[in-house]
């Protein structure tokens, strides 16, 4: 049995349904994470799961007890939210310990979990520290302790990085892999951010439109996107999509007997980049990303009229083009995925020469 189950979760404001009709289920111990676009009802299913707001339609169920109707508070849930809502005139001890204390939680064992908490966030220095007196990362660090020290059963997290700078994001990222990894909890995660999905997730949830469009983990669906929205979502820089009729030599390339009427994706690091006069495919350099240990090539291509697309490669090798750069394009053998005008997936060609 899963640990917790959603079944036909649905969701209205006014006319508007924002989650229609969800299924899924989540193991014990699993770190999944709910991405999309903003407006596509990940948050909104995190507050549902919650409790903090009400379940229009079907049920929600946690380690075999349903939870549907019970109140936030009689969930066994912690939640972790965007803005880190910590007292400002409590100390690091007192935020932590609060919930505890409004529980009549015995103050030795108050103290003894807050202390464990505060070890495993690297917090102890700053226990006695107001949240003025604390960087961001050390402000979340305080509000993931406030939900450690509950003990919950499952932790939510709402987009708890988007307050930080890139540097922070990256180094409280790696800190709740870690914690994650020591605590063995159930984790439900939400975030815009795919690197975070993608380096954090044991399975990630791609919504749109309060739909799912897709569960798997990261790299399944990076290698196997159900659809073109999956496909152009997960990954840096996206996927190029190119309409096959607005590049029929794309469809040569592919091989004319598997490319349908529709459109071809290859991931930029399997775009090849050639001298001017050899390759498949002929393009100009539009612009040259070096970001160090990758470079990213945008070519334009024509396809004889004028007309044309943009075809982004990436590449670990650095590059001595420049922009108006004539350049041979390949594409790397099986790489390719193919939608139709649908934008489904393809499934007896996708991805085969």
């Not at 649905?10 to 407006?39: C, M």
């Not at 949240?131 to 509000?143: E, F, H, I, K, W």
């Not at 892999?177 to 380096?199: F, K, P």
């Not at 044309?308 to 394009?329: C, K």
Request: charged share 20%; proline share 5%; glycine share 10%.
């Amino acid at each position: 049995m899963s640990f917790l189950q959603l079944q036909g979760v649905e969701k209205y404001f006014g006319d508007l349904r924002a989650i229609q009709g969800i299924d899924l289920s989540i193991q014990r111990g699993e770190f999944i994470v709910f991405v999309g676009p903003s407006g596509c009802g990940k948050s909104t299913l995190l507050r549902l799961i919650a409790g903090l707001e009400h379940i229009d339609r079907g049920t929600l169920t946690l380690d075999g007890r349903d939870i549907t109707d019970a109140p936030s508070s009689k969930r066994d849930l912690a939640m972790v939210f965007q803005s880190y809502a910590l007292y400002p005139h409590m100390s690091v001890y007192e935020n932590m310990s609060f919930a505890l204390k409004l529980a009549k939680e015995d103050p030795k064992v108050i103290r003894e979990k807050v202390e464990r908490a505060a070890r495993i966030l690297n917090l102890t220095p700053y226990l006695e520290r107001t949240p003025r007196a604390l960087s961001g990362g050390q402000r979340q660090r305080v509000a993931i302790g406030r939900a450690i020290v509950r003990a919950p059963k499952v932790f939510l997290f709402d987009e708890p990085l988007s307050n930080l700078d890139a540097a922070l994001r990256g180094q409280t990222r790696v800190e709740i892999h870690q914690l994650h990894r020591d605590l063995g909890a159930t984790t439900i995660y939400v975030t815009h951010d795919q690197v975070e999905a993608m380096t954090l997730a044991d399975r990630i949830v791609v919504l749109r439109d309060g739909q799912i469009e897709q569960v798997g983990t990261p790299l399944e669906l990076y290698d196997r996107p159900a659809n073109q929205f999956v496909a152009q979502f997960i990954g840096t820089p996206q996927m190029n999509v190119v309409d096959t009729a607005k590049l029929p030599a794309l469809r040569e390339v592919v091989g004319a007997a598997h490319a349908p009427d529709g459109f071809i994706g290859v991931r930029p690091e399997n775009v090849l980049v050639r001298a001017a006069g050899s390759g498949k495919l002929s393009g100009r350099v539009e612009l040259v990303e070096s970001l160090g240990a990758d470079t990213l090539i945008y070519a334009h291509v024509g396809n004889g009229n004028g007309a044309g697309v943009q075809i982004v490669a990436r590449q670990a090798e650095r590059t001595t083009l420049h922009p108006g750069d004539p350049v041979g394009l390949d594409i790397a053998p099986a790489s390719f995925h193919l939608f139709d005008r649908q934008g489904h997936t393809v499934p007896a060609a996708a991805g085969r020469a």
